[in-house]
Each structure stands twice: as C-alpha cells, then as structure tokens.
C-alpha cells in the first residue's frame, strides 16, 4: 500500500511538478509577451513620431520649395532698366558709362576697357595725348603737347594746368551697373627711396539701388615727394554722383572736389648740372627755397529733364506711362544747376640775399620786399532752362530741335590796392546767354548736330559760339569704318584776371579784344585695323600768351596752327607695335611752341603664361618730341610761359616693362628711364624741370563684381 502511495505521490508530485513547470512557463511567457507588447508599444511610439517628423519634414520642404519657387519668380524677375535715354541693345548690359551735356541733359555712351592696355599709362595726360610739358612730378602741372586736345575752365584759367587730372561735370562718368561694381588701384614707386617716391592710388565703387537710380565714389590721389627739393605734390580729386534713368524723367547730379599741394621751386638752376655731371640728384640747386601753392575747387551741379508725349498720330506711343525710344513726338524740359568755388593762394618767401629767387621774378617786388601770399577766388552760380522737341522719331533725319537760356552769376576776388584803405570785397559779374540746338541722323550711316551759344547781357556780352559735327558711317565689317567732320567757331572775352592782376610779383591793367578762334577738325576710325587718324586745323586771332618775363600779352595777329595725329597698331605673330604719332605746325612759335613731332611707340611680346587665366607682355615704351623751346613754368601765376633759355626734347625717355592681365586683374611692372644718360642726360619735360630717374615702379588695377 505503502508503495503505491509512494507511487501516487510520486505521481502527485510530479504532476504538481510538471503543473509548477507549465505554470512558471506560462508566468515566463505571459512576461515575455508582456515586455513584446510594451516594445511593440514603444516601437510603435517611436515610428508614430518618426512618421510625424517626416510629415512636418516635408511639410517644411514643401513650404521652402514654395517660398523658393516665390523668392526665385521675385528675384529672378528681370530688373529691365525702361528709359528712352538708351538703346535697346544697351539695357542688358552688366555695366554701362556716360558723360553728359549739363545743356541738354543728353549722354554720350562710353566704351568701356578693363584690360591691361588700358591701365598701362598710369599718367592721365599720357591716356589723352602721345606727350606732354610737365614738371616731372605726377600731380603737377600740365600743358598737352596737342594744341587740339587742351583743355581750359572758362572761369579761372589758374586750375587749367591741373585739370587733367581732375573731372568737371561735363568729363565726369557716370554709371549705370547690374551687379554691384568696384575698382582698387596703384601705381607708384613703393620700393624706392623717399628721394624717388611716388604714390598714387584710386578707389572706385558704384552701384544700383534699382534699374533706375545709381551712385557711384571716385577718389583719386597722384603726388610724389619729388627728386629734388622743394617740390613735394599732393593732387586729390573725390566725386561722388547719382543718376536716374527713368521712364520719363532723367538725372544727373554729383559733387566734385579737387584739392592740390605742391611746393615750388621755380626750376634747376644750371641745366648742365643734369646734362654733364654725374652728381646726386638731391645736391642739385634750384631757384626758389620757400615757396608753395594751394588749389581747391568744388562743384556741385544737377540736371534733369522730364519727357512728355504728343500725340499726334497713331505712330506715337499710346503708353500713359512710358516714352518708348524712337516713337513719334516727344518733348522734354529741363534745368540745369552748377554751384562752383575755386580759389588758389601762392605764398614765398624770398630774402634780400637771395640773388637767384629775386632774379626768377625780375626783382619786382609790390606789396612786401620779401613775402608774398597771393590770393583769387571765383564762385560761381549758375541756372538753365531748356527744352528739346522731337518732331518725330529719335532717328529721324531731324530728331531734335533744342533751345534754352542761362543765367550766370560770378563773385570774383583778387587783390588791389584800394584795400589798403577800404574793406576787402569781391566783384560781382552777371552773364545772360540764350542757346540753341538741332541734331538727326539717317539709320546707322549718318548723324549730325549742332550748337550755338551767345550771350546778351553781362561781362561776356557779345561772346558766341558754334560747334557743328557730321559723321559718315559704312559698314563692309561689323565694326564699320566713320568719318567724322568738326566746325568749331568761338569769339571769348578774355577772363577777369588776364584783364587785372596785382599781386607781389605782377601787375597789370589791360583791356584786351576777345579772342576768336576758327577750328575745324577730321577724324577716321577703322576699328578693325586699329587705325584712328586726325586732322586739325586752327586760325586764331588775339592768341592771349605769357611771355618770358611773365607778363601777359595779347597778339594782335592771326595765328595759324595744324595738327595731323596717326594711331596705328600692328600686330606680327606675337609681336605687337603700338604707334601714335602727332604731327604739328604753328605759323608763330615765339607765340605757340610746339614740337614738330611727338611720338609715343609701345613695342612688345604679348605670351600666355596661362591660358585664359594670365597673358603678359614684356617690351619697352617710348615717349619722344623733336627739340623746341619748351614752355618754362611760373608758380606765382600758376601759368606756362614762354622761355628761350635753351630748348629741350630729342630725347628718347624709355621704359622697360611687363604688363600682366591675371583674371580680371591689371598688373605692371616698369623700369623707368631705362636708358638714363643716353645718349645723354638731356631727360628734361619741361624747362629746367626733369622727369623721373631710373628706378622701378609697379602697378595693380583690381575689378571687383558680380558677373
């Protein structure tokens, strides 16, 4: 018994076993289901967060792209520059550059270069002529060898030896850019010693704030320590300009500044100290120990004309808003302002001893035995009213009829001695003038125009001018060929200080006849052959001149003067010969001196270091002029006048250079007078002034934009 109920607790217990074993089976997988339901539960948690995150993932994508598609239809809408001024084929340009007539508010279109070859002459006067008569110094006065190309203020004739390096309203570029546009430059002789520096730099930036409305900054700096004493240059020009290409209405306005420094003095005493010694440059003697002058002239000026629609016909243009360029008749009225201050003052210094500095103003002495401070002044305000009638297409034989009137008002002072015993005042003058104008053209082939000026009342009553041009066009090439025929006529009073003048070194009381002035004028251009040719001829009667003791005189004959100039670039495998000759003739040079011949030759190898990315050009530039009596200049009058101490020229002046155009960057690298004392030391550029020595100057020009 007792067995099986071993037995049956065995069983038992077995069961109750294997029951424990089910159960902790059953315990053990209830739990492990349990743990997979709550990892199926956070799992699906998770993929339920993912699944929202990449909704809102591409929810956000979606919305982006929209905003991006919305953003790019905005931004990518084209900015279409819409004005009548322009030409259709010019609008869509990244960059373009005018001047204009502050007359008429018309602009004439620049070409634009920003290669090498173009920042190659880092001298401005050097851009404008094959040569110049200047005093060495970069910043210093100037006088073209090109009778043609001299430029003069109408105002006050002492800032015309500087102009070149400066700009008024009717030479001042203005822009118009897609992207914004700047320019970094310098030229200058950085490793040399201060005996031999020169630093000149330019800034420029300009920009759009819409299709319309530009602004651009210009600063400019020229000025060296100079090679001899005593002649120190600090040349600044700044401008800044804005501009509207409107619809309907266009403006031009801006700011100018130039400012000049320079210490002077007066010239080499011995030439021959150059000519056939080898000495240092600084021992040099010069005529004048303590002397100075300071320049300064602002400009503030606006133009602008609105455009009108006439409705005559069904060709004219039916938009309430817009002219569109060309399509029937069209009026616009304008005005013009100028508000101009300029002023220069010269001051010396000059002992009782001092026999070489007496002698260079022929010991005249007015106000002070042994100092001088001379002052001028001109301020000028001016207004115009115009109006331009299009009778019926922007390119028709007749395409504008124009008229308007000005009004000028001047304040001049210079010294006199009447002061002494009564206040100091200026001089007031008053010019009213009328002008008139028409001009047209015939498809591509032909255009004409024509100016007159005259004024009724005032100082300058009776003055008058003309300036009529033609220009033939053909095209057998794309570039076509033009010819372009001038007729200038002028008859000028001559200005307030020609007239008067007392200062401690002159004095004069004239009442000189207007100067009259006939020129007429031929040019060919053939882009495709790189050829450009000139021809002028000028006949002028009572030639207003300095003569060799300073004085001002008038001469009371004709005097006839012919320029022919020729610019013409060969080009021979790699080799390239770049040629400007200037041929002139005056019928008086003890009046007009000028060089029968001036060149300026630029010969070179032009390689690909790498190609599309640097080319280089490695020769030499020359500059010359046959011998003739230069002018020599006279600080106290800031004027050239005439010498016949010894003429100069004959002279190759030489420089060696590499030229580089690396991307969008210009960059050079010349050895100046690389032939200095050969055949002689004869490197003179004006009378008893030198050009620089031999030493190393480097240049950079650095565009930055947005293509």
Known sequence: MLRYKNINIGINGSIVTLMVIVLSFNIAVSQELKKDSIVVQIDSSIIKKELRYKIKVREKELRDSLKAVKDSIRWSKPSILETYILEDSLKYQRIIHWTHNQYLNNIEVQKRDTTYNNYFNDYPFLKKDVGATYLGISGSAVLLHNYFKREKLDVYSDFSPYIVYGYTPDNLTLYNTKTPHTEFAYWGTMFANRDKDETNIRFLHTQNISPAFNFAINYERFGSAGLLGQENTDNRNFSFSSNYLGKRYVMNAGFIYQGIKREENGGIIDDSQILDTIIDIKTVSFRLLDAKNTLKRNTFFLTQSYGIPIRFSKRDSTSKDTIAAGDGTITYFGHSLEFSTYNRAYYDKIETTDTIGRQFYHNRFNVSPTTSYDSTRVNRFENKLFIRLQPWAQDAIIS????GAGFQFLSVYSFRPEFYVQPAHNIKYNNL?????????????????A????FLA???????????????SAYPFEDGIHLTGNLKLSTTSPDWFQNYTYTNHYYWNNNFGKITETRIEGIIDIPKFKLQAFFGYALVDNMIYYGIDGVIGQHNHLESILSAYLQKNFKLWKLHLDNRILYQYTSNNEIMPLPVLSANLRYYLEVDVVKNVM????GANVVFNTEYYAPAYNPALSQFQLQNDRKIGNYPYIDAFVNI??????????????????PDGDYFSASHYIRPQSTIKVGIHWPFYIK
């Open 615 to 618: 080319k280089a050009q490695i």
């Open 451 to 454: 100016f007159t000026k005259y």
């Open 400 to 403: 504008k009829l124009d008229g």
């Open 458 to 472: 005032g100082y300058n009553a009776g003055d008058m001018s003309l300036d009529a041009k033609v220009r033939f």
């Open 433 to 449: 003038y009328l002008y008139f104008g028409a001009s047209g053209q015939f498809r591509e082939y032909f255009k004409w125009n």
């Open 661 to 678: 155009q690396w991307k969008r960057a210009s960059i050079f690298i010349k050895y100046l007078n690389v032939t200095q004392d050969w």
